[in-house]
């Protein structure tokens, strides 16, 4: 049983940066691999980025390759999103998302997490 707890969402300009962080409770966050979500109001949930267990392998969602950057620290049990470039169309609730998987493998569909976070909210303004 891991807990996540999201945290860094605010209100930016457009063309602006945060940093989103999540962080776990537990002992075996180094054997979860993670992602990032996104639900916008009115709209579906999507995937953002997600990330091996032992953070040497990265895939993004089109829309955001090239402006955010996800990171895992597994010394301290957190999992980061670095967002560059916002724009307004980036507005939604952000979750992160973990499951415990072999070293090597991504998980692109929410539907392969098992722990999910509440979310933190991030508000693009143009």
């Known amino acids: 049983q891991v807990q996540l707890v999201e945290s860094g969402g605010r209100l930016v300009q457009a063309g602006g940066s945060l940093r989103l962080s999540c962080a776990a409770s537990g002992r075996a966050f180094s054997t979860y691999a993670m992602g990032w979500f996104r639900q916008a109001p009115g709209k579906e949930r999507e995937f953002v980025a997600a990330?091996?267990?032992?953070?040497?392998?990265?895939y993004y969602a089109g829309s955001v390759k090239g402006r955010f950057t996800i990171s895992k620290n597994n010394a301290k049990n957190t999992l980061y999103l670095q967002s560059n470039s916002l724009k307004p169309e980036d507005t939604a609730d952000y979750y992160c998302?973990?499951?415990?998987?072999?070293?090597?493998?991504?998980?692109?569909?929410?539907?392969?997490?098992?722990?999910w976070g509440q979310g933190t909210q991030v508000t693009v303004s143009s």
């Open positions: 990330i091996t267990r032992s953070g040497d392998r990265t």
């Open positions: 998302a973990a499951r415990s998987a072999p070293d090597g493998l991504i998980y692109a569909s929410g539907d392969s997490y098992s722990y």
